[in-house]
């Protein structure tokens, strides 16, 4: 009896336990199913849901900047790509991560200048994006961290060493010669991202002419980056002298005081050069298929696109923080065909010439060696 009624027992136990596997299993699969499930098709694996602590740091700045703020070691940068790089998002889920960006990076406000933790984290996002195809709907919130810091994403890695991922204000503060390395014409108390800078201990690379292209495979975010360069150029024009020359440069000063126009040419030629890229990209992904109708593709980018900036007709001595130059506000609507670059950038260019009284010698010099970088970047293949 008590033998039978222990095989009873043990049998009895072996079904409960089974009972409960299967429970277990199929209470598994009600939370993972779903998850695997919902969002998916053939075109692709299954879409990732942003998590509500994610969304709140798109109105919380301060939270956004700290989570997105890799350090000075850059010790937090695999938290940052867990945090924001995933194949597919749910939903508005991409517009949301875009949204984060923004807060991390951002200025506080107008005439605010960048602080050291917020260029961190603009380092840390163009390093987390490296080589990184962006999900729909994230770049034109990326476009935007770049257009935030428009100086330093077209500063070439000019100089041997660098001091990190971001660059204390300090460091901006010109040499005996009026040179600073960051740039010219830079707000006081800004810091400054590095985007040449690169350390292979923590896998960190943020190569801005990689994220820019792209970037550029999205009509918005183009609209928001090639607006970014044409307000950038109307805001350096207008600081330059009669002479086209730099007005902080005190070696070359002597018997022609206005002759310091080396540094000039260089920002100008490049700058040239990053609208011709931008143009470089838009054919390319034309003819690749990436972009299947480019007249809808330009549509979207004049859509987009906030209209024309001009320089002022007198030389300017204020120094606005880059979030500020981005966001000047528009002379105008856009003229003229917005895919010709050049002719965007020549307008503004002899029109300012012009109402400044610059020499003819110099005033040509200058259309050339924009149209030379112009050239340079539709064409050059990196």
Known sequence: MRDGGSSRFRRLEEHRLLASVIAVVVLAAGVAIPLAVGGSDDEGPPCRQVPASTRALADDPAAATRALDPGDDLARLGAVRKLLVHERLC???ARVLGRVVEAATRSSGPGKPHTLAQARSAYALAAAFDGVELPEGLAPGVARMVAEYVVDAGRHAYRATSFGPAVPPGRSVPDEGGYVWLGRFLAPGEAHVDFPYADKAADANADVEDLVAELAK???????LYDAERAYFAYYLERLTNQGGDPADRLSRGE??????TWPDIDLRNLADRVGALMKHRTNYATDGTISDLAAFDRTV??????????APRQLTTRPPMGDIAD????????????DGRHQLFTVLDQWTKERGVPAQRATGMRQLMDDGYVRGLWMTF
């Open 218 to 224: 999205d009509p918005e975010a183009f609209a928001i």
């Open 256 to 261: 022609d005081e206005d002759a310091a126009t």
């Open 302 to 311: 004049r859509d987009h696109t906030r209209g024309t900036f001009r320089a």
């Open 328 to 339: 000047r506000p528009v002379a105008g609507p856009l003229r003229g065909d917005p895919m």
């Open 91 to 93: 939903g508005d889920g």
